[in-house]
């Protein structure tokens, strides 16, 4: 059997151990400070796509991009901290909102897809990444 060891750098396991029992409350604010990053770039990419080169007068409410949000960080059953961005449920309508929004993004018949979840995670990657290092950075400098 193969074994595999690896060594974290020092100079982050410093940092690590300087936040001690505040870890979680670090984790969630830089989790929430890269979320805000993202949320801007997709909030902006879908009132680009909505209404834009329909065949027909648009229907647009405005409701999508309204609720549209964060939500808590939430940890998993293996201990990771996670957020999420997406619609809040149900719509006036009754209507589901993911649906909708996935309608938008991959198509339907007659109805060509107008990405704008995916464009906007690869395009804001690279600077959610910097805020949240700049942040945790920030955070262990406080401390």
Aim: aromatic content about 2%; hydrophobic content about 30%.
């Amino acid at each position: 059997m193969a074994r595999c060891t690896m060594k974290m750098p020092e100079e982050f396991l410093l940092k690590i151990s300087r936040l001690g029992d505040k870890t979680d409350e670090v984790c969630e604010r830089v989790l929430n400070a890269g979320a805000e990053v993202v949320l801007k770039k997709v909030r902006t990419n879908l009132r680009n796509v909505i209404s834009k080169e329909t065949k027909t007068q648009s229907r647009s409410t405005g409701e999508l991009e309204h609720s549209l949000g964060v939500s808590p960080v939430l940890s998993d059953k293996n201990g990771n901290m996670n957020i999420k961005i997406g619609f809040s449920e149900p719509r006036t309508n009754g209507e589901s909102n993911a649906k909708i929004a996935s309608v938008i993004e991959y198509g339907k018949s007659g109805q060509p897809p107008k990405p704008f979840m995916k464009p906007a995670k690869s395009a804001s990657r690279k600077e959610c990444m910097t805020v949240m290092i700049n942040t945790l950075d920030e955070e262990v400098k406080s401390i």
